[in-house]
């Protein structure tokens, strides 16, 4: 009997060169190369793992199909979360992954172990109760895509997860889930801005005119304190003051090295305009120190706390008519 061979351009040059003599069956010898081969692809793709539905979370993975009950098996028992779950965003799971989707074991996992052991709660999965990392790793099995910077967050490497902020059954914000409405929510942990917002000058964060996420993505960015905007920081303030964002013929310098927060405070401030410093000529001076002193001006010594700074040169943030900011 033939020894078979592995399939290659030669051997099949070479069975179809060898003609139809007496005592040749190529044919016969083609055959068997090319099933060998099929059987050898089969093989192999029975062999590989099923690959699994990056829309699916972890705790509804690797389960067979059987350990699943329903959303209205799960109903008899939870009627109250299950009565106002139709106007919750996650009851669309099932549109959004077809035959595969399910609503409640998406998140909580199979579970006919729960069913079947009269409601065993250490045989379904509960991510009010579950630890941080379960948790997060739970949501972001959807999630992911729209976090993709969360586990390098401030708030992941402090043990904050999902479950901290939002609830799935009991939110007050219904739109994002939230447990409580911004700044409240935020407030329980930042306490120390907290206070920086009861400033006589600040955001009007409190008044519900500025919330915390117009600023922060709190699901993580690769800037400071997750602030948005991941080129120039300026941007998030100049979305809102328009008439300091340029581009300018005559840019300040600082504005461009330091960022609006060279000068100002974000949160709140006991200074005008939120300023770092109570006098506008103190603040200057950090930078343009010889003008301090004497007669850069032609205003004489002391002037620099008699005069303000901006009665000249109004246009501190960007100019398109004077090198020296002059109005």
Sequence with gaps: MDQKRPVTQSAI???????????????????????????????????????????????????????????????????????????????????????????????????????????????????????????????????????????????????VGCANCHSIHHSQEKAELLKSAQPTLCFQCHTDVRASFNMPFHHQVPEGLVKCSDCHDVHGTFEKSNLRSRNDSNQICTKCHTEMRGPFVYEHTPVKGEGCLGCHTPHGSQNARLLNMPSINMLCNQCHSPVAAATVHGLGAGSSELTPCTDCHTYIHGSNLNVAFLR
């Design 13 to 159: 040059h070479t069975v179809k060169s060898r003609g139809a003599g007496p005592g040749r069956r190529p044919g016969l010898r083609a055959a068997r190369i090319l099933l060998l081969g099929a059987s050898l692809l089969c093989a192999t793709a029975l062999a590989a793992p099923a690959p699994k539905d990056k829309g699916t979370a972890p705790a509804a993975q690797d389960a067979k199909a059987s350990d699943y009950v329903g959303a209205e098996v799960c109903a008899t028992c939870h009627e109250a979360e299950a009565e106002g779950f139709a106007a919750n965003p996650h009851s669309k799971m099932v549109l959004m992954h077809g035959s595969n989707g399910v609503t409640c074991e998406n998140c909580h996992g199979p579970g006919r172990a729960h069913v079947e052991g009269g409601g065993d709660v250490t045989k379904i999965f509960n991510p009010g109760k579950g630890a941080p990392k379960q948790v997060d790793q739970t949501c972001l099995g959807c999630h992911a895509g729209a976090h993709p910077d969360f586990e390098r967050s401030p708030h992941a490497r402090a043990g």
